[in-house]
């Protein structure tokens, strides 16, 4: 199951002089993987990737008890990853930030 990013600072990062108030703003990390994808001959060029083969670019998001609250596959393995992202955000269905959040700041300026 997948359960959508609180407003909440986790635990872990309220108790520690090391981590807050650096990361009191975070909700999880995000990043991109590829995986192993077939697909027909005609488009595979678009899904070789910086591996041999054909692949997807994967993008989850986790929060910090590692749990994922999104993910967005099917990329083309060329795509970038700031390229994926920029979707995740843009979809009705995709990628939330929680308002008040420093990266909703940025991608409003």
């Known amino acids: ?10 635990r872990k990062i309220q ?5 807050n108030p650096y990361f009191r703003d975070c909700v999880g990390a995000i990043d991109g993987t590829h995986a ?3 697909v027909p001959k005609s488009i595979a ?3 070789r990737g910086r591996k041999e083969g054909t692949t997807q670019n994967v993008m989850p998001a ?5 749990k994922f609250t999104y993910v967005l596959a099917g ?6 990853d700031a390229l994926i992202l920029a979707n995740a955000l843009e979809r009705e269905d995709g990628l939330k930030v929680p308002a008040g ?4 700041k940025i991608l409003l300026c």
């Open 1 to 10: 199951m997948i359960r959508p990013p609180s407003n909440h600072c986790h």
């Open 15 to 19: 108790e520690s002089t090391r981590f």
């Open 36 to 38: 192993l994808a077939r």
């Open 45 to 47: 060029a678009a899904f």
């Open 62 to 66: 986790v929060d910090f008890d590692l």
């Open 75 to 80: 990329w083309e393995g060329s795509a970038h």
């Open 101 to 104: 959040n420093k990266l909703e």
